[in-house]
Nanobody, 124 residues
Framework: QVQLRESGGGSVQAGDSLRLSCAAS????????MGWFRQAPGKEREFVAA????????YYADSVKGRFTISRDNTKNTVYLQMNSLKPEDTAVYYC?????????????????WGQGTQVTVSS
């Protein structure tokens, strides 16, 4: 079992930066992939970014490419999402997720563990 907890959300102005953290309860398998998703009111949950627990592979949604960076600190069992140049359309609840598998995928149903989410609000 893997327990995930997001933190770092808050309210910021457009153009500001924010860093989200996702803390895992224990050592995450090297066969896991980690992902960030977001969901705005009235919208479907959408993929943001993914990273393998071991290795350097990452993948980003086109909407955040060049602005967001996913990274990890294996010694802390923590995954991060650095969000720069935030826009009002980035406003959503952001979720951390873990997938049992080595592939980087974008479908929420393919992820096995989820955090509670953290709210990000970007004002214009």
């Amino acid at each position: 079992q893997v327990q995930l907890r997001e933190s770092g959300g808050g309210s910021v102005q457009a153009g500001d930066s924010l860093r989200l953290s996702c803390a895992a309860s224990g050592r995450t398998s090297s066969t896991y992939a980690m992902g960030w998703f977001r969901q705005a009111p009235g919208k479907e949950r959408e993929f943001v970014a993914a990273i393998k627990w071991s290795g350097s592979s990452t993948y980003y949604a086109d909407s955040v490419k060049g602005r967001f960076t996913i990274s990890r600190d294996n010694t802390k069992n923590t995954v991060y999402l650095q969000m720069n140049s935030l826009k009002p359309e980035d406003t959503a609840v952001y979720y951390c997720a873990a997938r049992i598998g080595i592939g980087l995928v974008t479908t929420p149903a393919n992820y096995n563990y989820w955090g509670q989410g953290t709210q990000v609000t970007v004002s214009s």
